[in-house]
């Protein structure tokens, strides 16, 4: 049984307190007043601390370019290992700090995940090489950003890496990832803790750490805010005192966590309560949860299980046999990869298999981008499907979930070059019985290469939980016992591994007549087996009409009340079924292109709008702004997130573009010029940026000052660009107070422009009190508020 520890608090507010002027760097701390940083540390542990975190969370090399720093950065992590050590003494071990870089992968943003890795590589080696007993990975919003965060901490070194991510308040990460898909994926790129910190007070983290203890089998971390600050008379106040902050660490261990500490607010004091609390409180016994393969997307979880319903894998991102498919691939083009994608969700698919297997091209450069494309276009997670390691490789890198391979079998490449990625990423995979010799017939033969197939996975690192059992279907036109061999071996596969099986189906009936016939058919015999997952086409309607029968019978289907349905639905007169199914009108078409985020597809939709004698601002006003209306109802519900709203925001760029070039300058939509900026001292900026994004594609004319903005500049700004709508952000309760002089430096300059705040330290109360006109939560809400500012 493990025992509790305790992590320190805040550090921040701490170096503030200690001399920290508001912009100057944290980090040089280290350098120009380390006894300042030593006494922090020191006060921790006298509080109880056992984990102390260096003062490096900004000191990656992205980081510190805004310091002009960046040359420094092993000296400044390196200094504050060291001071850490200093100041524990053998009495608290030292964790290293790395925090987010700021920017946003591709797609969401503009930086690469090599450029991502490579700066927490520097910074992780630095650390490590200082003497580090942790790493600690923290405040991350985006997953994709953790995935190249702990890639790079584990090839830079060999000490424990703990990850945590911040959550917001409706239990998802900004870009849309829920705890359990998080605690899956980063458990199977081997995390050593993982946890979450930030955002949030501890009652709110409650049912977070739950849900991470219930989908991973490694300790869980947690370090909530003191509550949700809010300012008064100029000072940030942290709404929840040490001694209620100590008694949330109990429910926290409670729920499953073992590493307790605090973020933001959080003083010696609240960590002394904290100590104190569960200081002689047995730790849970924690019920570890169950091996079973589970997939994950950025915002999704799937399990296949034989205890679950069947789970379908969309077949149709194959160019093998489709000519169309395959020139537009090999052409560059994605727009038939994507459709097929939405459309193969929509039609029931869980999962959807991904092949870029076209000859002549960079197939490494195409996985790459349909995997990309795919990831932010639906929630489905992906199997990427190539015989080629480099692919395979680009792939997995570029998805921000946990994949399933297709396919390793017992070849020696396969097993040479496709296990350690598989290790690498937290892929599972699909074991396919074919060696060298050829395809084993039997079903004795299949197990056979099986059970070698996992073992060699099981030597490589991989565990239960991480197989897709591959039954091999053969045609029953050249072998007679071909359906028998498949029956016997899925029967066999769940008898001799327990793990999960699946297969594609149609080889079956090849060189026979009716082949729907015979495939719906075999399918319902091979779901009677015991196929867990089987690989088609989710279009087919023989199959989903066996596949709904066979649920009913073999009791997925209760009572067959879903089947039952569906067979009342078929009843609608065929007429009145027909009368429902019409095609979309120009502007139907139009505003759902935005919605599924066609970007490629738009800009022609729009043209023949045009061509057709449609007028702009109709286009405009009842196509794509009532699109993202709709969006920002599905945003604000949960239904939509970041990422899909992002792509649509593309998508109505592209819309606007195309009608500013085939319509003359005047009748252009023109919504209004904004001036944006992230207020003096405050250096952070990616809200920001996501703001500037949606207002930009959503035809604002965009002035991005940037970060750390002196009020002169964004009152200039504003005056010379005639703005419409100043835009100020501030994510520091220390930097809040610079919206209020920026908003009075705008009314004495005799600027008209309206104000709109937001950040992660404001609210409704302190915008209303600051004289702004509009408090933007998030950006999709500001893109409404921009709307009616400009309005007014």
Same mark, same amino acid.
């Given at each position: ?13 701490m170096?503030?307190?200690?001399? *920290? ?27 109880? =601390? ?8 900004? =000191?990656?090399? *992205?980081?510190?370019e ?5 040359d ?9 290992v ?21 920017r ?17 590589y520097?910074?992780?080696?630095a ?7 942790f ?7 985006d ?24 959550y917001?308040e409706?239990?998802?990460?900004v ?5 359990q ?10 995390a050593?803790i ?12 409650v049912?977070?750490v ?23 008379d100029?000072?940030?106040?942290f ?9 949330? $660490? ?5 729920a ?5 500490? $605090?973020?933001? $607010? ?7 309560? *904290? ?10 016994e ?18 296949i299980?034989?205890?679950l ?13 489709r000519?169309k ?18 459309n ?6 869980h999962?959807?298999?991904v092949?870029?297997?076209?000859? $002549? ?14 990831a932010q276009?639906t ?21 921000p ?7 390793v ?10 296990l350690?990625? =598989? ?25 056979a ?23 091999l ?10 359906c ?15 793990y999960p099986t699946?297969?594609?189906?149609s ?11 015979i ?10 087996a ?11 309607e023989?199959?989903?009409k ?5 649920a009913a019978?073999?009791?997925d289907d ?9 067979e009342a639905?078929l ?7 027909t ?5 979309l ?9 935005v919605?599924?985020?066609?970007k ?7 043209e023949?709008a ?11 006003e ?23 709203v ?8 592209a819309?606007?573009?195309?009608i500013?070039?085939?319509t ?26 996501i703001?500037g994004?949606l ?5 604002f ?16 700004a504003?005056?010379e660009?005639?703005a419409?709508i ?15 002089k ?13 104000v709109?705040?937001g950040?992660a ?14 408090y ?12 009616e500012?400009?309005?007014?």
């Amino acid at each position: 049984m493990c025992k509790i520890e305790i992590f320190d608090g805040a550090m921040g507010t701490m170096l503030q307190a200690g001399g *920290l002027q508001p912009g100057a760097c944290p980090e040089l701390m280290n350098i120009e007043n380390p006894d300042v940083v030593k006494n922090i540390h020191n006060a921790y542990i006298e509080a109880g =601390a056992t984990i102390i975190e260096t003062n490096t969370f900004g =000191a990656s090399p *992205l980081k510190l370019e805004h310091y002009g720093l960046t040359d420094r950065m092993a000296e400044l992590n390196t200094a504050a290992v060291k001071i850490a050590k200093a100041a524990a003494k053998g009495r608290a071990r030292v964790a290293g700090s790395m925090g987010p870089t700021g920017r946003f992968i591709e797609p969401l943003g503009d930086l690469s995940f090599d450029e991502a890795y490579q700066n927490f590589y520097e910074q992780a080696k630095a650390l490590a090489e200082a003497g580090a007993d942790f790493l600690i990975i923290e405040t991350c919003i985006d997953i994709q950003e953790m995935r190249a965060a702990l890639l790079a901490a584990k090839d830079a070194c060999d000490i424990p890496v703990i990850c945590q991510l911040s959550y917001s308040e409706d239990g998802r990460t900004v870009t849309g990832t829920d705890p359990q898909s998080a605690a899956i994926l980063l458990d199977a790129m081997g995390a050593d803790i993982i946890g979450v910190n930030c955002s949030l007070g501890p009652e709110e983290l409650v049912p977070i750490v739950k849900t991470l203890a219930e989908n991973c089998t490694c300790p869980i971390s947690v370090l909530p805010n003191a509550g949700m600050p809010y300012l008064k008379d100029g000072h940030t106040v942290f709404p929840m005192g040490p001694e209620d902050f100590g008694k949330w $660490g109990v429910k926290l261990m409670e729920a499953g966590a073992s590493y307790l500490g $605090g973020c933001c $607010g959080t003083t010696p004091e609240h960590i002394r309560e *904290l100590a104190k609390a569960v200081k002689d409180m047995p730790l849970p016994e924690r019920r570890l949860p169950a091996k079973k393969l589970w997939l994950t997307s950025r915002s999704k979880s799937v399990c296949i299980d034989k205890s679950l319903p069947t789970r379908l894998i969309g077949e149709r991102i194959n160019p093998t046999g489709r000519k169309k498919l395959a020139a537009e691939i090999r052409d560059g083009s994605l727009l038939s990869v994507k459709k097929e994608a939405v459309n193969q969700v929509k039609a029931g698919a869980h999962l959807l298999d991904v092949n870029m297997g076209v000859g $002549g091209i960079d197939q490494a450069a195409a996985m790459k981008k349909a995997v990309t494309e795919i990831a932010q276009l639906t929630d489905a997670p992906l199997a990427i499907d190539t015989s080629d390691a480099e692919a395979l490789e680009a792939g997995l890198k570029a998805y921000p979930g946990r994949a399933l391979i297709n396919s390793v079998s017992y070849e020696p490449e396969r097993i040479a070059q496709f296990l350690p990625l =598989a290790k690498k990423y937290g892929a599972a995979i699909l074991c396919l019985p074919i060696t060298p010799d050829g395809v084993p017939k039997t079903a004795e033969e299949r197990i056979a290469v099986m059970h070698k197939i996992i073992a060699a996975a099981k030597e490589a690192g991989l565990d239960d939980g991480d197989f897709l059992l591959d039954a091999l279907v053969m045609t029953v036109s050249a072998d007679k016992n071909a359906c028998y061999e498949v029956l016997i071996t899925l029967q066999m596969y769940r008898e001799r591994f327990g793990y999960p099986t699946t297969m594609g189906l149609s080889n079956i009936s090849f060189g026979l007549p009716n082949r729907p016939l015979i495939n719906s058919t075999f399918f319902a015999m091979c779901l009677a087996a015991g196929l867990d997952a089987p690989i088609m086409n989710p279009y087919d309607e023989s199959m989903q009409k066996a596949l709904m029968a066979s649920a009913a019978l073999l009791g997925d289907d209760p009572n067959g009340l879903a089947y039952s349905k569906n067979e009342a639905n078929l009843a609608v007169p065929k007429a009145a079924a027909t009368a429902k199914v019409t095609e979309l009108t120009p502007l139907e078409a139009i505003k759902q292109a935005v919605i599924d985020g066609e970007k490629d597809e738009i800009p022609l939709l729009v043209e023949n709008a045009l061509k057709a004698g449609m007028a702009a601002n109709t286009i405009t006003e009842q196509a794509l702004t009532a699109a993202m209306t709709d969006i920002g109802v599905d945003f604000g519900a949960g239904r939509m997130f970041l990422p899909q709203v992002l792509l649509s925001a593309e998508t109505m760029r592209a819309a606007f573009n195309k009608i500013k070039e085939l319509t003359p300058a005047s009748t252009a939509p023109e919504q209004g010029t904004v001036v944006i900026a992230t207020v003096k001292g405050d250096v952070h900026d990616l809200g920001k940026n996501i703001t500037g994004a949606l207002l930009a594609n959503s035809g604002f004319k965009l002035i991005d000052l940037g970060k750390d903005v002196d009020s002169t500049d964004i009152v200039r700004a504003a005056i010379e660009n005639n703005a419409d709508i100043v835009g100020l952000c501030a994510l520091m309760t220390t930097t809040m107070v610079q919206i209020d002089k920026v908003i009075e430096d705008l009314k004495e300059a005799g600027c008209n422009a309206k104000v709109m705040v937001g950040g992660a330290a404001v609210t409704q109360e302190y915008a209303d009190s600051a004289g702004a006109d509009a408090y933007a939560p998030d950006g999709v809400k500001a893109v409404e508020l921009a709307k009616e500012l400009v309005q007014k």
